[in-house]
């Protein structure tokens, strides 16, 4: 079933608003799902953990509910591997140092020029602390992919750890992250995964990549600002967690740190919830092949949910590259081959001729279009490329609620603004 973009537009409010939102890869609007059950925890059970009281016990049942309801999303074997938090950067720079007092002096770790810098500083400095060495992958500028070679060199260093990410946040790179979690854990590294930037785009299932931590943020997904850390049981178990007295000693309690915020919480699992709607309303064609894979129950309709994005962003994906590549003195960044588009996700980074990046996203502001300009926190790609000290780049990133129409009006607007 083709996807019907008024009914799934009519889930988001703010589209309501005349702009057209293709500032999504630094965040995603919210569905309206999402958006009720914040209101609904604030009014109906707004209290805090562990009380004897009715509302704390509504609210303690919600964010198990949320827990339950990530598992499914990630494909974890239990509720106890889910730990929520403030967003993905604090959540590493916290787990960073329970991870890293594992390590000893001369020990190494992994990072790439790839990544955000919230998969990279967190690791540096945790390093730097215990004395150890970090070890950098590059990645091919001709095409945004990452360097394998440069990665297989790194783990014949035996590193203790491994951060990559799912996809780029600043070219769009779809990393193979199977194989190389594979590779480094024949390496004898742990693997941590940044999946901020796939997480709106494709299925994630942790147990079918072996990863040992990935994590997400539900304000790339269609939730509020929120991040979500998946970890192997067993590691979150044997980590010595930095919390204070009297908080849980098992996870993921004894990780979630302080009162956490609860109405977001709820809005993640709304978030969920319409991800869920998207698998039953338009994903019955791809029930059968999910089931074989062993999926059942609300991460059956999570699946079908992701599997629905991933299809017709396909047609975006296509889109944005043609219509990019059409302007004149344009320079796209990162993979640009059409016959490669399952490599990457809808975003894409570019210059517009001598223009500043800045000033071409001022224009385009101008012309009800939203987008990013600059690093994105992706400051090695910008360095590594050159572009760091003149404004690095033009970033935009298509999501399921966006329209061929509005790629069109993209193009038809960077036309206008070439000829200026």
């Known amino acids: 079933m083709s996807l019907d973009l008024s009914l799934v537009r009519s889930h988001f409010p703010s589209l309501q608003r005349p702009l057209i939102f293709l500032d999504n890869p630094g965040g995603t609007q919210i569905a309206d799902t999402a958006l009720q059950r914040i209101q609904q925890y604030l009014l109906q059970c707004n209290a805090n953990h562990g009380g004897a009281f009715p509302t704390s016990m509504e609210s303690d049942a919600i964010l198990e509910e949320a827990h339950q309801a990530m598992a499914d999303f990630y494909s974890a074997a239990s509720a106890q591997e889910i730990v929520f938090g403030p967003n993905m950067t604090s959540l590493t720079l916290h787990i960073s140092r329970s991870i890293a007092r594992t390590w000893k002096p001369g020990d190494c770790i992994v990072v790439t020029r790839l990544d955000h810098d919230a998969n990279v500083t967190p690791w540096v400095l945790a ?49 193979p992250v199977r194989k190389l979690i594979r590779w480094a854990h024949e390496a004898g590294a742990w693997v941590y995964v940044d999946a901020v930037q796939y997480a709106p785009h494709g ?156 000033y071409v996203a001022e224009q385009l502001a101008a012309r009800g279009i939203a987008v990013w300009d600059g690093n994105y926190y992706a400051i090695n790609v910008t360095e590594r490329l050159g572009l760091e000290d003149s404004g690095g780049m033009v970033r935009v990133g298509a999501v399921h609620y966006n329209t061929l129409e509005e790629i069109d009006r993209l193009r038809d607007a960077l036309l206008e603004i070439r000829a200026l």
């Open 127 to 175: 390093a730097k602390d215990r004395g150890c060495r970090v070890l950098w992958v590059d990645f091919h500028p001709e095409d945004g992919t990452l360097d394998l070679d440069s990665y297989r060199a790194a783990l014949e260093h035996s590193p203790r750890l491994v951060a990559i990410g799912y996809a780029s946040n600043a070219l769009g790179t779809i990393n």
């Open 203 to 358: 299925l994630i299932d942790v147990q079918d990549l072996d990863c040992d931590f990935l994590v997400a943020s539900s304000y790339k997904f269609f939730g509020p600002h929120q991040g979500i850390l998946y970890g192997k049981y067993e590691l979150l178990d044997r980590l010595f967690p930095y919390k204070v007295r009297p908080a849980p000693s098992e996870p993921p309690g004894k990780f979630e740190t302080g009162t956490q915020n609860h109405e977001a919480i709820a809005g993640v699992l709304g978030a969920l919830e319409y991800l869920i709607w998207l698998g039953r309303e338009f994903g019955a064609e791809r029930e059968e092949d999910l089931r074989d894979r062993g999926y059942q129950g609300r991460a059956l309709e999570l699946k079908k949910g992701m599997q629905v994005i991933r299809g017709y962003e396909y047609e975006l994906g296509r889109a944005l590259l043609e219509s990019l590549q059409e302007i004149p003195g344009l320079r796209l960044y990162g993979l640009t081959d059409p016959l490669r588009l399952e490599e990457r996700v809808p975003t894409f980074a570019f210059r517009l001729g001598d223009l500043h990046p800045r």
